[in-house]
């Protein structure tokens, strides 16, 4: 290769042909002196089949179209001609007898044929990565946009075939120049990056050099983040690297080491991968030691692999509850103490085993706390929801746990609200619970999440109410609050989407007992709903039908009605009314016919 490719070879004003015509002819020379040479056969024998095969890729390469106006290729002949030269020397010592010593023979005839491997093997990825399609030309004398857009195009496609060929030195500093022009371009780099160039970085992981291992997975970071490389990324082999780096990597390295493996992990396949390749032990190590960022990132990959419940108890051995709870109470960034909270929602979902270890440890306590922030986060919600069925609510209520319902049902996301009233569901298994959490002050909360446009959020928040008010001074708060009944009998809409009208029903049948509610109910429509209700076959809506009914005319309502009724059914009216009272009571027989044809017929 050329100058600054690590072969040592010096650039002259040579052109590529005259490179090409220079190796061409040190081939036969090379093979003459190499099958003269009597010491050291086996080596001898294997240089002397890999010279055989430099004329056929120097072919190769000649017969390409581009084959004078491509930089690396002229670099190529370079290098193939220096290892040719090299065999000839090596060869004259062997046949004069005046080396060092064999161990240092047998050492550098070692060395020749690491070369000569190299140089056939970038003389055949020349061809195959499609760089010498390129007719690059230098930007400086290019004139059109357009031009010049093809110029840094086949530019780009040089350098990342410089990942591919060449000695490891070379490989640096393509690494080195990619990462500058992604500071400028990441797109750009990005559309013409193909999976030889993925596979040649993933390799470059594991150089010795620390430097360009924190180059390289610099770049392979921003890869992971585009979104477009992750199952190249995967296939080519760079988790067990990554996670290498994580266990004893620079600072930087680490740290985008880590976010690599964040973003790769949010796949069920990879994040059980990271799990089979050890990677959950390092990733727990940074969530105790790391700096903010890895920290953070850590935790969310550990997140995502809780996501798949096979690996969980994995995970749970490897010591990673105490960890998600101590960041939950000592995270540097709130990013970390979101991610612990989301994990141990995943962790607890439906293994009780974990959900006990997770009590055991004070995992309820820190979630408390932490939802006494200003903005309550739902997964800390949900995950207090999978662990109150393991704890007495005696337990709870020393904990603060209704006062902290409460705080998320005035102040969370709608989500968080959600994961609330769900877990109120979860806890009110006796009327004394149920009277704590009346009291409490949820009540007139869920009434007002009876509005959420979320259909979601009107279902849980109406199931709540018809648990609560299964006790006489829950009821009796609801009863007392405006907004519950009109609320309710919007959620006796049939319509199929409407997956909280059985709870309605419910809630409204508990309401019934009284006067006043019942007028609200009618004034609000509450009869034509029942009646297509009770024509689906709702559980509850026939009775709060007849209940509905039952006794709740005013005056006003008895005239409307018998208004209605003589309008009818005025003949039967007509032939048995003979006195203002006889009437009246023929009315009120024809009101109650009336009403059980309308309502049920």
């Known amino acids: 290769m050329g100058e600054g490719?690590?072969?040592?070879?010096l650039a002259d004003g040579k052109s590529a042909e005259e490179w090409l015509w220079h190796a061409q002819e040190l081939v036969p020379m090379a093979l003459d002196k190499a099958r003269k040479v009597k010491g050291f056969p086996g080596r001898w024998k294997i240089i002397i089949f890999k010279l055989?095969?430099?004329?056929?890729r120097l072919s190769d390469l000649s017969s390409h179209p581009f084959f004078s106006k491509n930089a690396l290729c002229k670099e190529q002949l370079?290098?193939?001609?220096?290892?040719?030269?090299?065999?000839?020397?090596?060869?004259?010592?062997?046949?004069?007898?005046?080396?060092?010593?064999?161990?240092?023979?047998q050492s550098d005839l070692d060395a020749l044929s690491g070369k000569l491997d190299l140089n056939l093997r970038d003389c055949e990825l020349l061809i195959k990565t499609g760089v010498l399609g390129e007719a690059t030309l230098p930007v400086s004398l290019v004139g059109s946009s357009s031009e010049s857009e093809t110029a840094t195009h086949g530019h780009l496609k040089e350098l990342l075939a410089r990942l591919q060929i060449g000695h490891l030195e070379a490989k640096h500093k393509a690494v080195d120049s990619l990462v500058e022009i992604m500071k400028e371009d990441e797109k750009g780099v990005l559309s013409v990056m193909g999976r030889s160039n993925i596979a040649a970085l993933v390799e470059l992981l594991t150089a010795t050099s620390h430097r360009i291992r924190e180059k390289t997975v610099t770049v392979i970071c921003s890869l992971a983040e585009s979104g477009n490389c992750e199952s190249w990324l995967v296939s080519e082999g760079v988790l067990p690297p990554l996670i290498r780096l994580v266990e004893s990597g620079s600072t930087v390295g680490k740290e985008k080491a880590i976010i690599s493996l964040q973003r790769l992990s949010m796949t069920?396949?990879?994040?059980?991968?990271?799990?089979?390749?050890?990677?959950?032990?390092?990733?727990?190590?940074?969530?105790r030691t790391g700096g903010s960022v890895s920290q953070a990132a850590a935790a969310s990959t550990l997140k995502n692999i809780s996501a798949v419940p096979e690996v969980r108890q994995v995970l749970a051995e490897e010591g990673i509850i105490k960890v998600m709870i101590n960041l939950l109470d000592c995270g540097i960034l709130l990013g970390s103490k979101e991610y612990a909270a989301e994990c141990l929602q995943n962790l607890t979902a439906s293994n009780e085993n974990l959900r006990r270890s997770v009590v055991s440890e004070g995992g309820i306590r820190s979630l408390l706390v932490y939802l006494d922030g200003p903005l309550p986060q739902e997964s800390a919600v949900r995950a207090l929801r999978n662990l109150v069925g393991s704890v007495s609510m005696e337990v709870l209520v020393s904990l603060g746990f209704l006062p902290r319902l409460v705080h998320v049902l005035k102040s969370g996301s709608l989500?968080?609200?959600?994961?609330?009233?769900?877990?109120?569901?979860?806890?009110?298994?006796?009327?004394?619970?149920k009277k704590l959490v009346g009291e409490a002050g949820c009540i007139p909360l869920l009434i007002r999440m009876l509005e959420a446009k979320s259909n979601n959020a009107r279902e849980v928040a109406a199931q709540a109410l018809s648990s609560l008010v299964t006790v006489s001074q829950n009821c009796r708060e609801v009863k007392k609050d405006d907004k519950s009944v009109p609320n309710l009998v919007q959620l006796l809409d049939p319509s199929p989407q409407n997956t909280a009208k059985k709870y309605a029903v419910s809630c409204l049948a508990s309401l019934s007992s009284s006067k006043k509610c019942k007028k609200l109910m009618i004034s609000y429509g509450a009869i034509g709903y029942l009646k297509k209700l009770f024509e689906m076959e709702t559980p509850g809506a026939k009775k709060l039908l007849e209940r509905t009914f039952d006794g709740m005319v005013s005056i006003r309502h008895w005239h409307m009605l018998a208004y209605v009724v003589f309008r009818q059914?005025?003949?039967?009216?007509?032939?048995?009314?003979?006195?203002?009272?006889?009437?009246?009571?023929?009315?009120?027989?024809?009101?109650?016919?009336?009403?059980?044809?309308?309502?049920?017929?």
């Open 268 to 287: 069920t396949e990879t994040a059980r991968a990271i799990v089979g390749h050890g990677g959950v032990r390092p990733l727990i190590e940074i969530c």
């Open 415 to 433: 989500g968080a609200q959600q994961a609330a009233a769900s877990t109120i569901c979860q806890v009110c298994r006796t009327n004394e619970t």
């Open 569 to 601: 059914d005025s003949p039967t009216l007509a032939s048995n009314s003979s006195t203002g009272i006889e009437a009246e009571r023929n009315v009120v027989g024809a009101m109650g016919e009336f009403t059980r044809k309308s309502v049920f017929l």
């Open 5 to 9: 490719t690590g072969n040592g070879v």
């Open 78 to 105: 370079q290098a193939v001609s220096k290892t040719l030269k090299e065999a000839i020397e090596l060869a004259d010592l062997c046949l004069k007898e005046k080396y060092e010593g064999k161990l240092k023979m």
């Open 52 to 56: 055989e095969q430099v004329p056929s």
